[in-house]
């Protein structure tokens, strides 16, 4: 089993749809955690990053982690063309590497 | 403003060839990373380098060694590739002064689209 999982999709939506990206995790040691946004034939950037539990919010996108379910999720409100792209979430502990899931791809039709 | 910058972008090998990928980055990390990135099983790393003079295995080492040429520079070297090696990898650097700090943010390449025959 692999230690972080995203479905793979694709995600479908029109334009202005909020849109709900979901991972789930299997290492409790798990501290910090990342949405990465990849767009084709680009390699991954950063877009959120929280520590343990709770919500933070950054413009449209929202990331939220429940420690207690090992469920991390990203929230785009108002979702654009230009949103359309794999995102990655990574989950890791301290002094440790980064655990990617393998991607969910999301696509935002005008 | 390059950031990181990988060569070449593309790469057709026959099985048993070798072959370097390079890597460069600009912004004066400390740090730079090895992955291969496969078609549901997200990124994988492969070496890192958490400062000039020392690499580290990371989750998938095997047939691949690494050079840390000097701060800006970090090449990867299959030196008989193989099919399971075909893979797009990316070269990723990050400000992180040593082991993984908490809060580093990795900073990719486009990536090397490679295809082992």
């Known amino acids: 089993q692999k230690e972080v999982e995203q479905d793979p999709g694709p995600l479908s939506v029109p334009e202005g749809a909020i849109v709900s990206l979901n991972c789930t995790y299997s290492n409790s040691a798990f501290q910090y955690f990342m949405w990465y946004r990849q767009y084709s034939r680009k390699g991954p950037e950063l877009l959120m990053y929280?520590?343990?539990?709770g919500n933070k919010e950054d413009g449209r996108f929202t990331a939220q982690v429940d420690k207690s379910s090992k469920y991390i999720s990203l929230f785009i409100r108002d979702s654009q063309p230009s949103d359309s792209a794999t995102y990655l979430c990574a989950g890791r502990n301290a002094g440790n590497m980064l655990t990617f899931g393998g991607g969910t791809r999301l696509m935002v039709k005008p | 403003n390059a950031g990181v910058t990988q060569t070449p972008k593309f790469q057709v090998l026959k099985t048993g060839q070798s072959m370097t990928l390079q890597c460069a980055q600009d912004?004066?990390?400390?740090?730079m990373y090895w992955y291969r990135q496969d078609p549901g099983m997200g990124l994988r790393l492969i070496y890192y380098?958490?400062?000039?003079?020392?690499?580290d295995k990371g989750e998938v080492p095997n047939g691949y060694n690494v050079s840390r040429l000097n701060k800006r520079e970090f090449s990867l070297r299959l030196e008989s590739a193989a099919p399971s090696q075909t893979s797009v990898y990316f070269c990723?650097?990050?400000?992180?002064?040593?082991?993984?700090?908490?809060?580093?943010?990795?900073?990719f390449g486009s990536g090397t689209q490679l295809s082992v025959l």
């Open positions: 912004m004066n990390h400390n740090s």
């Open positions: 380098s958490a400062s000039e003079g020392t690499t």
């Open positions: 990723a650097s990050s400000e992180a002064p040593g082991h993984f700090a908490t809060n580093e943010k990795l900073f």
């Open positions: 929280t520590y343990s539990s």
